[in-house]
């Protein structure tokens, strides 16, 4: 019960929420907010489960079992190797033809995982800034970075809560946006159009969902959120679009055959 006080009073600052505003969002009293965060009373189980939801994170971490902070990514970071391989996103590929670093360019990338991509854009020649949620995949970063010979700006960061500070010529973000519940997409990405240069790029994909795909066997339903055809895009539709596309492809993740489909994006904005 401890715990669930200290995570809970953490969580609701780091949301920059107050007890009233979260007692609204639960139509219960602050009051009993007040006395959750004191630990003088316990919640119901489906209570407890409706606070993870709104603060996207597991119960069994709201409730102190589990160190993991909202994903399963510092279990599979803490092994050997790395979890996502070398090889990075094609779209990292499509930042080096569009923006090649022919002068200095910053280049943000959020939900860094091991810090693969965020490595070859500082071995390519970018000032490389990274965050991740999970504290293993930086350390994994920082690692691979020091190796490689490059610096790396990584810190251990909460898309959902963290401010951006500074602007950037690129911020670059794949598989990740999956993480981000409908409720809080028009506040992430207007904090990243914001923190944009002029001229400067945004390098965007999300998981959408379609009739004829079955959702991935390691899909984690309450976590990971679809988002629906040209959503993304209609963010930026103040932007230039530079690429567009929505593939199928097929996935192995799991063990198990499967496919998605990504509303893939490049946009820019002008001055
Ligand atoms: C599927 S991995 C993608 C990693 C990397 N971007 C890539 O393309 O290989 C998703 C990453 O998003 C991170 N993540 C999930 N929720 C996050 C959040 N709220 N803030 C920051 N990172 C988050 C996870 O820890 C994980 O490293």
Known sequence: MKEFA???KRMRKEKQMTQKQ???????????????ERGECETEMDMTARIAGIFNVDVNFLL?????HGTHYEEKYRRKGFYWGYKVNDLAYEVLKLMPP????????????????????ARNGYQVSAFDIAETGIQKGRKLAEAAGVHV???CADMLSHELEGTYDIIYSTDVLEYVPQEDRERVLLQLKEHTETDGINVLDVFVEKPFIETAPDWEHGKEHYWKTGELFSHYHDWKIELLMEPVFDCMSAGIYHRHCMDKMIARKMG
Do not use: H
């Not at 979260?22 to 959750?36: E, F, M, Y």
């Not at 102190?64 to 993991?68: I, K, Q, R």
């Not at 022919?102 to 854009?121: N, S, Y």
């Open 153 to 155: 700006d990584f810190l």
């Open 102 to 121: 022919t002068r200095p360019l910053r280049l943000l990338d959020i939900g860094c995982g091991e810090g693969q991509a965020a490595v070859f854009f």
């Open 64 to 68: 102190g079992y589990s160190n993991d």
């Open 22 to 36: 979260l007692a609204q969002a639960l139509g219960i009293s602050p009051q009993a907010v007040s006395k959750w």
């Open 6 to 8: 200290i995570n809970l």
